[in-house]
């Protein structure tokens, strides 16, 4: 979903999480970076949201460098992003308008830099990016 975030579906959960706001330089190597991640969460049994975390964060990181190969996220520039958890979030009107009428059951995770507020739509567990953050931040540090 490139510059909104990505979206992870299993059996049981249906996860979202937002992309993070970096200064794009080049995207070259961003689907194979994300990929990559994806398959390191599914291989260590991260959560869902974590896993998409990750990957977002490694994309975004790889974008902000010219050009793939050595050029690509380095684990510095991950975790800077993850410590930042700077997300480019619309409150949520993206992810209401993706699932409006196409969720009968089961739990969708969203990502959040923000508290959930009265009105918020109750479909979604919102989960603070900085704990997901310090998950992740602490595994890889």
């Known amino acids: 979903?490139?510059?909104?975030?990505?979206?992870l579906v299993t059996k049981s959960s249906i996860s979202c999480a937002p992309s993070f706001?970096?200064?794009?330089v080049d995207t070259?190597?961003?689907?194979?970076?994300?990929t990559a991640a994806i398959a390191l969460g599914y291989l260590h049994n991260m959560s869902g949201i974590c896993t998409l975390t990750?990957?977002?964060?490694?994309g975004a990181a790889t974008a902000a460098s010219m050009?793939?190969?050595?050029?690509?996220?380095?684990?510095?520039k991950v975790l800077g992003i993850l410590r930042e958890s700077n997300l480019n979030e619309d409150g949520g009107e993206f992810?209401?308008?993706?699932?409006?009428?196409?969720?009968?059951?089961?739990?969708?995770?969203?990502?959040?830099?923000?508290?959930?507020?009265?009105g918020?739509?109750?479909?979604?567990?919102h989960v603070p990016a900085r704990n997901v953050g310090?998950?992740?931040?602490?595994?890889f540090e």
């Open 1 to 7: 979903m490139g510059s909104k975030g990505s979206v």
């Open 67 to 76: 050009g793939a190969g050595r050029n690509v996220a380095t684990l510095d």
């Open 134 to 139: 310090h998950q992740l931040i602490s595994k």
């Open 95 to 118: 992810w209401r308008e993706l699932f409006e009428g196409n969720l009968e059951e089961g739990e969708v995770f969203l990502l959040s830099a923000r508290k959930p507020v009265d």
């Open 120 to 125: 918020d739509d109750d479909r979604f567990v």
């Open 54 to 58: 990750l990957a977002n964060a490694v």
């Open 28 to 34: 070259v190597g961003c689907g194979d970076s994300y």
């Open 21 to 24: 706001n970096v200064d794009v």
